[in-house]
């Protein structure tokens, strides 16, 4: 970018309204960041973004050598989350369909079975009893009329012990938790986000988007500098103070700074407060692997477009079709298990185990064309747990007690989870950095290297 000029620090950009612009700095360029910084520029600060990686984070894709469109992991975009309300209040319109659950299979002692996907599909199962399909019809129907409020200091594990569900009930309930929300530690993870997650996939359920989650990054990105967010060239952010960021080549003096999408242990440390980790639960991982396949000739033959695991952690889903992610004439499929608290098994090992879901789900070897292994994936930064109160006992996004510094990401406020949270977070810090920014004296609003020589965005 042009480098800004010492009579005006900001460029065109430094005025509202004929009026000057108080500077709100968002650290981190992932959906976090980015929703941060729109929401920031939609109240009228200046922002810029800075970044020490290319803007998505974890919602980039990567593009294979032979053309498969690859998410970081499974990614579905939930049509009754945040994320997607401010897509829609956008305008922003994303191809994609929702998973392909017609056939759609469990997985329990080593064999398979009709998976339900509500009240109705439920007698199909071979999984439960007459007895145990009642009681998990009772289950469902009651979890809408649940408020999840009431759960928030309760763990997973003791919300379904006590829901009148038998032990095949129990499982499959615990899989349908895995399932809507990554989380596999049932003894930690709070109740009340679970319900939330739960109801939204019944409601709205989710969408696997055309093109990857590029394609929302792109569209975030557009719309941040439509709003005249300036991006700077990456860079790392060594130390945050009230109206100072330290990076390894500048100093910035925003009014106002929001630390987007950022592990809450390098939060910590930037900011002097390694209690922060330990109020953001645990990190939630996964290992997956992405599997390309030749499209068979008689549809009869394809794989099983939908294989949930429920004695064991493990999923399986065709995410092409629905969505374009894969060149002509092939399907792309994701295999995955959820790791529990500690769990960091052997890679060639769970690399084998995630294969052989996949021979459980109909692959045959031959028609494999591609291959990607991701091991202990990270899915989100921070968990709700009960002992911590549940949703709204996350960190709030002013809760750094640093003047001027907001905190957004997957771990941080008491709306959603994953891209959801990050996304709710983001636009949170964003209003918050710039009504702070809009109620200080107007800072230099300079970039100055460690010689003292005014620096912009290059």
Known sequence: MARQSDEDPLGQRSTHG???????????????????????????????????????????????????????????LYTDGELHELLAGLGVALGGGPPALRGARLRHGGATCAMPTGVRSLAATGLLTVAGKARFARFLRRLTGTDPAGLAGTPVSEWLGSAGLDAPGRSLAAALVRLATYDAHHDE??????????????????????????????????EAVALGVRLAEPQRVLEVRTGCVVTKRTTWNPAAVVLAGLPPEAVGELVGRPDVALRSGHVVHAAVLDIGTRTPARPTDAPSGFLLGVDEPLYWSRHSPPADLAPPGTQLYSAMRYLGPGQDPDPD?????????ARMAGVEEPSVVHERYLHRLVVAQGSPTAAGGGLAGRPAVDSLGVPGVFIAGDWVGPDGLLADAAAASGRAAGRAAAEHAASRPLPSQRVASRNGTPEGER
């Not at 998505?56 to 469109?69: C, I, K, N, Q």
């Not at 997650?197 to 093109?211: A, C, E, F, H, N």
């Not at 090992?349 to 879901?357: G, N, P, T």
Request: hydrophobic share 45%; aromatic share 4%; with cysteine.
């Open 18 to 76: 004929g009026q000057p612009r108080a500077e709100v700095l968002a650290v981190g360029s992932g959906i976090a960041g980015l929703c941060a910084a729109i929401e920031a520029g939609r109240a009228g600060a200046a922002v810029s973004l800075l970044a020490s990686a290319p803007p998505g984070g974890r919602a980039r894709t990567a593009v294979s050598d032979s053309g498969f469109r690859l998410n970081v992991g499974p990614h579905a």
């Open 189 to 222: 993870f709070s109740a009340d986000a679970a319900l939330v997650q739960l109801k939204r996939s019944l409601r709205g359920g989710v969408t696997y988007i055309d093109g990857g989650w590029e394609r929302i990054v792109s569209a975030l990105l557009d």
């Open 349 to 357: 090992a769970l690399r084998r185990e995630l294969r052989d879901h």
